[in-house]
C-alpha cells in the first residue's frame, strides 16, 4: 500500500506545482490585463475629446456650408428666371 500511497503523494505534488504555476500566471496576466485595458482607456478619453472637437467642428462646418449652398441656389434661380424673362 506504501508504493499506492506514494504515487498519490506524487501525484498531488504534481498537481501543487502546477496549481500554483497557474495561479501565478493569473495573477500575472491579470496585471498586464489591467495595464492593457489602462492604455486603452486613456486611447478612449481622447477619443472622445476629439469626436467631441470634431463634431462640433463638422456642425459649423456644415452650417457655412448650408449657407454656401443657399447662396448659389438663390444666384441658380435668379440667372433662370433672367433667361426665362429674355425668352
Do not use: C, F, T
Not at 51 to 77: F, Q, T
Amino acid at each position: 500500500m506504501a508504493k499506492n500511497d506514494s504515487n498519490i503523494d506524487q501525484l498531488i505534488d504534481d498537481l501543487k506545482q502546477v496549481r500554483d504555476e497557474v495561479e501565478l500566471r493569473i495573477h500575472l496576466a491579470a496585471a498586464d490585463v489591467r495595464d492593457e485595458w489602462d492604455v486603452v482607456e486613456r486611447k478612449w478619453a481622447h477619443l472622445r475629446g476629439r469626436a467631441k472637437r470634431v463634431g462640433e467642428a463638422v456642425e459649423e462646418a456644415a452650417d457655412d456650408v448650408g449657407e454656401a449652398l443657399d447662396v448659389v441656389a438663390d444666384e441658380v434661380k435668379r440667372g433662370y428666371e433672367r433667361i426665362r424673362n429674355l425668352l
